[in-house]
């Protein structure tokens, strides 16, 4: 984290302590600007160039974080199933609650358990808006990647020089198998007939 100025940055990290803020009143407001070049979302899916403003608020018991980003993830299209950059931009509201006591030490977590549904401040005073950012920003990518208007539709490429392909035949390099196991039905599709009869 940077300070410049009055202008405070997290930068590719998604921590921050908070031990200050929790010592103060009830209402009491640090904002960050939020720079990540590279961010991890699954074993496939990296955002990059994740940029936003995170605002958070003293509470009696924890911290609110107020949260928005945009970004890029590169997902590969539905119809084309070729890469592309899709932008992406969501905000939330989150409650982060403290596992230890700023002051004194004590460990605030009921019956020393951590609730899976509850967002915690660690014990360290670090709240880490990595997890529910992930979420968010999973949930605010669509469930059917479409490469937009121009998408020239699903890729056709020629079948290499398998035995039984037949020569000058466009297929889908992803259901060449197929076309090979196919065979006479694909001869007779490609002449117009139907192989149902």
């Not at 302590?17 to 929790?22: D, E, K, Q, S, T």
């Not at 392909?165 to 002449?191: F, H, K, Y």
């Amino acid at each position: 984290m940077t300070d410049r100025g009055h202008e405070q940055e997290i930068r590719n990290d998604t921590a921050v302590n908070v031990a200050g803020l929790l010592k103060g009143a009830t209402g009491a407001v640090r904002t960050y600007r939020l720079v990540l070049d590279r961010f991890p979302l699954d074993d496939e899916l990296v955002a990059d160039d994740v940029v936003g403003d995170v605002r958070l608020t003293r509470l009696r018991d924890g911290i609110i974080a107020k949260v928005a980003v945009e970004g890029t993830v590169e997902l590969e299209c539905a119809r084309c199933l070729r890469e592309y950059d899709e932008r992406f931009a969501t905000a939330f509201d989150e409650e982060f609650r403290q596992m230890v006591d700023v002051r004194t030490g004590i460990d605030l977590l009921p019956n020393g358990d951590e609730d899976d549904h509850t967002a915690w401040i660690d014990e360290n005073h670090e709240l880490d808006l990595g997890e529910v950012l992930r979420q968010e920003i999973l949930v605010a990518l669509p469930m059917r990647p479409d490469c937009g208007e121009r998408c020239p539709g699903p890729g056709v490429l020629v079948v290499g020089a398998a035995e039984d392909a037949p020569a000058n035949r466009a297929v889908d390099d992803r259901l060449a198998a197929l076309a090979l196991l196919l065979g006479d039905e694909m001869d007779e599709i490609g002449r117009g007939s139907d192989p149902r009869r």
